[in-house]
């Protein structure tokens, strides 16, 4: 056989920082390593904490403590903590996080350019947060070819909202171990988020599009097994596309209250073209596509393959309530599903 001997880093405080980037420690290149937490209470650090940028992080392992919640991972919670690329990162599962990521900037500049490909972050993996907080002031992070914790991005503060967020040929799993729980992705604020080539799986709900989410788009991507809702647009949002995605066993709750894609009433600007729903639950949703009474204007429904109606997909295909203009359905299979 092969081996490698690469080295391990051992922490055993509840409350520092195992590594920080200091201001003015530019260009740091961490490679090849294992970090092993083993505390004996709940952590409140990071393993990486980072005040500057221009850092590369590749072949990390980050192992954690079972019994205990071990912490935060890489924070970067200043404008200066910008250009940093993750490569190849791993964290096995069956232990508790805060978070994998916190991005945020709190003086009114951004945190931005953070870049993660080809990392396998474990799905059974309990986050007291979430896997991924994306606040106030973050510009430009995306995510390939990875297997990744659920997203919230907010703006707390009240600053500038997470932008130009980009997730490709990547998986999420909200859930944890195979059990569905949590938003995959809880997008309360944000603007220009793309999803694309992609998987969401065993979650409550795959994609919640909040009232301050601006250009979000979902497409070409698998959601799969959601207790409740796929997809759910709220009033204020902007710009929402959910095109040509496959969308399969949701509502799956006894009670089939949910609907796989739910429009508040009072939301606009969407369109919802191109996707293809179907069902191996013998518990359905409600309907694939329902939009609740309301002024809601300007949006599209069409192209899109319901199924066969009331007895295989859903329990109805699609109800529109809409009392607003501007809109158009069209094109969907079968033809008569607007009811």
């Known amino acids: 056989g092969v081996s490698h001997n690469k080295s391990i880093l051992l922490t055993t405080s509840p409350v520092a920082d195992v590594i920080v980037i200091s201001t003015g420690a530019s260009l740091f290149h961490l490679e090849d390593l294992e970090i092993q937490v083993r505390v004996g209470s709940d952590r409140t650090a990071s393993v990486l ?54 991005l945020q900037e709190p003086s009114g500049g951004t945190v931005g350019s953070i870049h993660v490909s080809d990392s396998l972050i474990s799905g059974t993996i309990t986050w007291s947060d979430a896997g991924i907080i994306m606040d106030t002031g973050v510009d430009t992070f995306t ?13 707390s503060l009240g600053g500038q909202a997470p932008r130009w967020v980009h997730v490709s040929s990547s998986y999420i799993e909200a859930g944890v171990a195979g059990i569905p729980s949590g938003i995959g992705l809880d997008l309360q604020a944000v603007r220009d988020f793309n999803f694309v080539n992609s998987y969401i799986a065993t979650s409550e709900k795959a994609v919640v599009v909040g009232p301050n989410a601006n250009h979000v788009t979902i497409s070409n991507s698998h959601i799969v097994n959601m207790l409740r809702e796929a997809v759910v647009i709220k009033p204020g949002s902007t710009g929402t596309k959910i095109l040509d995605n496959t969308i399969e066993d949701t509502g799956s709750e006894p009670n089939g209250n949910y609907d796989a894609i739910s429009v508040e009433g009072g939301a606009s600007d969407f369109r919802i073209s191109g996707n293809t729903f179907r069902s191996g639950h013998s518990q359905k949703p409600r309907r694939q596509v329902t939009v609740a009474p309301g002024s809601s204007n300007r949006y599209e429904i069409s192209s899109n393959n319901f199924g066969i109606s009331g007895t295989d997909y859903a329990t109805a295909d699609m109800l529109d309530s809409g009392t607003g203009a501007d809109k158009t359905i069209i094109g969907n299979i079968p033809s008569s599903t607007t009811r």
């Open 49 to 102: 904490k980072a005040l500057d940028g221009q850092g590369m992080i590749s072949n990390v392992r980050i192992v954690g403590w079972p019994n205990y919640n071990n912490g935060k991972i890489f924070t970067h919670d200043t404008a200066a903590a910008g250009n940093w690329v993750y490569n190849h990162i791993l964290v096995p599962g069956g232990v508790k996080w805060t978070y994998l990521f916190h």
């Open 143 to 155: 995510v390939v070819n990875s297997e990744i914790p659920r997203f919230v991005t907010k703006n």
